[in-house]
């Protein structure tokens, strides 16, 4: 038997991809990645379905994957030089590529796989309907994939067992008053509500549906005025959606990946009974009885359009389809022009940032301080994130930097390692020396200002200052908390970079209290559900940490059940095929 081990190396959508071709007998064997800075719940999903179809067809002449096309095509066409390169000539197999047309016929159509649908679908499930859900990229979790798992526990079995008499301090009326002051009154109170009274079911369902286990999360922010932030173990959103997706799937429900919605269509009577979606070999037909559209937000589509010059860390998919495939609906929003603005963030590739938040969270506890160009301090660096970003948008280059001792950083540096950073991503920073964003560097106090481009003078005096305050116990400039205050160890400082940053969208489509869609008349919409952040409201102009998540979870479960009981009540709908007079989509101008 022969064998052959062939190096190729991609440039993905964060950096270099290398990886090993296996080849025996003039056959590819395997494809193993030695080294990657792509976004672990994205890759870990997209890669091991590129590596079967690649196998599969004994070619690397196959589809890139919807979603990650960059990446996963890079790795294609470096595979195939790699290859040529080496002189092996791999014989494909043939494949049949003819386009199929497919009808389902089912209780419950979810669009969407974030949080949101997969709750809403598994929900449903449990509820014992036929239930599919469609996602139009090549992997799952939507913009969740990109969020720690993080959650309220507020009026949850689960909450009163993790944190026993600090849980009976909570309660939905606190957590509603607690988003109402950090918003400043700008939430919707019937969607706050509805998340309110929700969440607490919607933790305990899905954590007996999926077997998930829960702990106190480890960062509980100052926002929340009890202890109630909960989250997987691993912190990983991919571990919740894997097991989610998988118990869902395992229990019957089936999921169509790289599916893309075109057009919704209506019967005789004006109810909204199928939709038509596009895969790369197939047009699919879904007769369903309810729809619950949880297609997340449209950040990414007023990035590239140029809506906002704020730096964007979403997935690039957030392109709001149902804009298009929706319109003719007839739909009411609300607040479109609203973004979640968060202060922590690293802006990894120009207009493109990725979160430092719980990092900068634990700095900041341990004691470090936040900095402008001028080498001063701009907050009370233990205050709200609010207060955080108003400062950091106060500053004329819109532009912060973290300052720690090689204590914290070490900290720091660990929990950026949990939430979405790869170890050769961050040494990839330092490279840079500061030359350009994002900017991290490290060495004595002189050296790091001069790399980072700050006033040295300045840096060294507030640093000094900032010693006599933690000395007293009294921050005269901020009025810091003194138990956050901790003198600086060592003479090797760490300066990191701070931009704002948004993924989310904070508006969205008007719904009632069962999540059922509304037009502009503010009539109910016959069999439409909507969850997630398509829904605009519950947190108002500002959300506290957890509580998107937290959103997606209950506005899930909600439209989950509203969706299965409405289907228990539903005549069998007819066929799009013989009683469709009216479409909604933009294929179909």
Known sequence: MSEKIIKATAEGRNGQIDFDIKVENNQIADINITKTAETPGIFNQVVGKLKKNIINNQSFDVDAISGASIMTQAMLDSGKKALKENGVNIVAKSSDKSHQDVTYDVDVAVIGSGMAGLMAASRALSMGKNVLLIEKNGYLGGATILNGSNVVGTGSKLAAALFGEE????????????????????????????????????????????????????????????????????????????????????????ILLETRVEQLNKNKRGQLVSLVAESKHETVTVNFKSLVMAAGGWGARDYLKHKTNIPYYGPMTSTGDYFDFAKNMNLATRNLDWYKVYPHGLEVEPGIAKLTTYSTKEATDMGAIFVNTSGKRIVNESAPYTHFRDAIAEQKDKIAFVVMDERTWNRFYELLLKYGFSKDEVQGFFDLDGKKSPILVSGDLQTVAKKAGIDYENLKKTLTDYDKYVASGNDPEFGRPSQFMHKYEGNTYFVIEQKLRFCTTLGGYETNQHMQLLDQDFEALDNFYAAGEIVGGANGHDSMPSMMNSWSYASGFVAGTEAADNANYQKLAETASNSTDTVSGASKN
């Open 167 to 254: 849980a009976k301090k909570d309660s939905p009326q606190l957590l509603v008053q607690d988003i109402v002051r950090e918003c400043r009154g700008t939430n919707y109170p019937l969607l706050s509500n509805i998340l309110a009274q929700n969440i607490g079911k919607a933790v305990d369902f899905i954590t007996e549906f999926a077997d998930l286990t829960y702990q106190k999360a480890e960062t509980q922010t100052i926002e929340h005025s009890v202890d109630r932030q909960i989250e997987m173990p691993t912190e990983s959103s991919y571990e919740l959606i894997t097991k989610v997706a998988n118990a869902f799937t395992k229990k019957g429900g089936k």
